[in-house]
């Protein structure tokens, strides 16, 4: 769990890796939560998130200022991985896109074959309706797009 706190992998070489299991072994089930205002997941290398793993967002009411999860190099996406987000307070004041993970050199397929599309299609079927996530045009950032509840009605007699 990142609750508005840094955590820094700092080894620019190996970066993080997040579900991955021992031969032999089942699955991980491996969920890092990124939670609070300004919570701050840092790697000076690449992500790799492996079998199973989950990345959870509690999204703060006003979204995220800057994105929780900064990616030096590249992040891939596993087998089975899934992003999931709680959306409501988001959603209930502003709603919005809010960036949720940056990286400079993109959000790519691990080995495995899997598409991060499919990654994204399997998370959205999780999610209320009309939030979604997607990539962004270069592919360098996982957004979060909620429509806000907030609006006015019109009735007419």
């Known amino acids: 769990v990142v609750s508005n706190g840094t955590l820094t992998a700092a080894d620019a070489s190996r970066g993080m890796r997040i579900g991955y299991v021992s031969a032999g072994m089942v699955s991980s089930n491996c969920t890092v939560v990124v939670q609070g205002e300004t919570p701050s997941l840092v790697s000076n290398g690449p992500i790799s998130l492996g079998n199973d793993a989950r990345l959870h967002f509690d999204v703060p009411a006003d979204g995220y200022a800057s994105a929780p ?33 940056r990286t400079s050199e993109g959000i790519t397929d691990s080995n495995d074959g899997r598409s991060v599309a499919a990654a ?38």
């Open 69 to 101: 999860i900064t990616v030096a190099k590249k992040m891939t996406v596993g087998a089975d991985t899934l992003f999931t987000a709680s959306v409501e307070a988001f959603r209930e004041k502003t709603g919005g896109k809010t960036v949720l993970v």
């Open 120 to 157: 994204i299609a399997a998370s959205n079927a999780l999610m209320p309706s009309r939030c979604r996530f997607k990539l962004s045009a270069d592919g360098k950032e996982l957004i979060l797009r909620t429509p806000s509840h907030s609006g006015m009605l019109l009735i007419c007699r």
